[in-house]
């Protein structure tokens, strides 16, 4: 932090610490209260106290890793302050944005300068804008699948922080690719603690892909990377896709639900050129062939206790 006292008196004294996590009113930030400010940063903030003289100075906020602070925009960016002193339960004020240097984004600094600063308590990043700049609504921390009986599907996610959640909606995709919401969560707005929530779905035979979209309150939204299951009723076969692949191979294994599964490829002469193993907890098992893997036809060989596949595949 960097406090720019050049108008001020040589005898003013100001004392600072940083604290990497959520300022404990961060969750009572509405962007309905704030004309110019949409969300105050729920991963860190500064406690500056002003213990001598009367000056007002200016504030300068630093970030080392733009991916670490949640800021993709610097030009959206503004100094929030929290004013214990205010009405009600949101006390946030915006003391302006005067200067910026660096970029946003992973490995990239920079800073952000407030306007004269009246008053002394914690500090964060805020932004003005309401897309997706500085920082992303909600942070997910998991999102995972099971298979539960008649054709149902168990889904389970984490977040770590939320800013205006409305609400998740959970999609499937048909068969042409396109996802459909089957079933909306409410979200719990502004929160800076985990938050468990779960649902239940039903679905056609086969291989499904299942995502998560995030709403806020004013409409906004991300959707998240898709998942794999297959939840068929019957055995069924073993089968790969996308076949022909680039690198990703989805695994289905109806009949080997829970498994633990040993995958191995090799070339058409024999030998073998990747190996991996791990469960197909949601019916799918999903790998990634190594990037300089050549071109060609290989054998995929799937192993789950006493059952054995064999499958050709071809790598574009």
Known sequence: ???????????????????????????YFDPANHAAMEGVSSLEYWDVQQTS?????????????????????PASLVVAHWDPLASGTDKWENFSNTATSGNGGAGNSGSVTSGAVTGFSSFTFASTSNTDDNPLPVELLDFILKCAEDHKAELSWNTASEINNDHFEVQVADDDGVFNTVKQIDGHGNSNEMIS?????????????????????????????????????????????????????????????????????????????????????????QLHLPQNMPAGIYFVRITAGEKHYVKKIRKN
């Not at 970030?63 to 949640?70: A, F, H, K, L, V």
């Not at 297959?230 to 055995?235: A, I």
Request: with cysteine.
């Open 1 to 27: 932090i960097g406090i720019d006292n050049t108008s001020g008196a040589t005898t003013d004294r100001y004392s600072a610490k940083y604290y990497n996590e959520a300022h404990s009113g961060q969750q």
């Open 53 to 73: 003289g009367t000056s007002t100075p200016k504030i300068t906020l630093y970030w080392d890793d733009g991916d670490e602070s949640g800021i993709t925009n």
């Open 197 to 285: 929530y779960s649902c239940m779905i039903k679905l056609d035979e086969g291989v499904k892909y299942i995502r998560l979209k995030q709403v806020d309150y004013d409409g906004k939204f991300e959707t998240f990377d898709p998942v794999a299951v297959n939840c068929s009723s019957h055995p069924g076969d073993v089968d790969i896709y996308p076949n022909p692949t680039d690198s990703r191979l989805d695994i289905a294994l109806p009949s080997i639900n829970g498994s633990e599964v040993s995958v191995s490829v090799y070339t058409t002469s024999g030998t073998r050129v990747f190996s991996s193993r791990g469960n197909a907890e949601s019916g799918v098992m």
